[in-house]
């Protein structure tokens, strides 16, 4: 006979590889789909700053950030809300995606008419009135993805990651084709009714494929309600963190030189549409991790959610800092490959808001962590902080420079700021709630490799788009070899690596 902690030990372990397995799986098929997503959104926007002059990309880039603040907070209210509770029992899935279906009908609506009747408000703000037209054709879009993300919660929730990934991968590329082509052919407000078409087509895709049958009880709408609140409100800031700091810049620009603002916003927009990678790439791990949270936690296995935490963060990290160092390596190569000459004045800028949207892609994953285990109120303070010291930043450093290089420093510096004290709060709460963070070790081997490549890279030819894209290629070698030879990748996770390839087979 067996002993008894063999026996009770066996299924965990059982459980826990599974769960890797299962984790494994959703990285590859979501992480593929959010790769086709970033290489989409560069094609969009590298090909609208060629189809469109600076000021109406600048232009584009103020109405789609504003717009993108609303229906990102939707989006991801919505599929966490719906994903959490049918990760708890996948039993009540289709009562569930019922509940978030009538809710959002109404919330969409509402937003979407707010949007409509407050178009001139916004661009009366951004010192720009000619674009209220803009924002009344993008009004339609928040209804439309706010009915859609109960489709894609359902299939998170249900683990069904490879319907997810479809989902992102057909509106990628439908928002891409009409976005562009739209826009080639009537400027901005192409590329909004584009946008907006492509969010209608993949609604209906979306409702044909994952309608579950409507069995079993009612859920009821009020017990979605407080948690969506809470996420609403912490997905909010969020997008406010990721976005805030266009507007803020092209109004503080305004009032500064206004002939020079629109100018200065596009090359703006042009920097966060790069520095923005790290933090896309990393949305693949939260959209992972949060439905295994969520079961961790509604099981209340604290060891197995220990676990999670310190993996999921180590993962992060290693993954941010090897999209931050290919960033910020050679931007002037970067932006010379993707841009008309006028928007390499941003390259002392481009490192510096990449530093800052690394901070913020680390924030992302460990408040997902918190949302699943339930913990909306210290998301919600976390952001809050973020965006009150970025923001309160870029009130006290912005308008003192000058439209132009000054300017977009002034910017990625404060925005950068904020993002840095978010992480570092953030990290605090994970280790006092759930007893997991980052792992001293693999912060340190990432810090000795990041620091070796920066060390090579300077000695690197530093001129040329060819060579600069030599140099990144190098230095994220450089980086990749030192974890290894530092020991960060044993052989767990070769192991799970094994494991994994196999299942997907």
Known sequence: MSAPGVNAAAPAAKAETDAAVVAGRGALFIGFAKIYFMVS?????????????????????????????????????????????????????????????????????????????????????????????????????????????????????????????????????????????????????????????????????????????????AFPAARLVPYMGGVAVYALLLNLALLYDQPLLQHFAAVVDPSRAPVTSGQYFALRTLALLPYQALIVITFVIFPLVSQSTFAEDSGATRAYVSQTMRLALILASAMGLALAARPGALLAIAYKPEYGVGATALPILVAGECCLALLGVACSILNAAGRTRATVTLMAVTVAVGASASAILVPRTTPGAPMLVAAASATSLGMAAGLVASLAVLRARLGGGLPPATVARVAVSLAAAVLVGRFLPAHGKLLGLATIAVVVVVYAAGLVVLGEFGAEDKAKLRRILRRSR
């Open 41 to 217: 959104g560069l094609v969009q926007q590298v090909g609208l700053n060629h189809v469109l002059g600076a000021v109406e990309y600048g232009a584009f880039g103020v109405v789609n950030s504003v717009i993108s603040i609303v229906n990102n907070t939707i989006v991801q209210a919505t599929v966490q809300s719906v994903s959490k509770f049918t990760a708890e029992d996948d039993r009540r899935a289709g009562a569930v995606q019922r509940a978030g279906l009538r809710m959002q009908a109404v919330v969409g609506s509402a937003v979407g008419l707010a949007f409509f009747a407050g178009a001139a408000l916004f661009a009366r703000f951004e010192g720009a009135p000619l674009d209220a037209p803009y924002f009344r054709i993008a009004a339609a879009i928040p209804f439309l993805y706010a009915v859609y993300a109960v489709y894609v919660g359902s299939a998170n929730g249900l683990r069904r990651f490879h319907v997810q990934a479809s989902f992102d991968i057909g509106f990628s590329t439908m928002k891409t084709v009409l976005l562009l082509g739209l826009g080639a052919v009537f400027a901005v407000k192409g590329a909004f009714v584009g946008f907006a078409t492509a969010a209608a087509a993949i609604l209906v895709v979306a409702a044909r494929k994952m309608r579950l049958p409507a069995e079993g009880p």
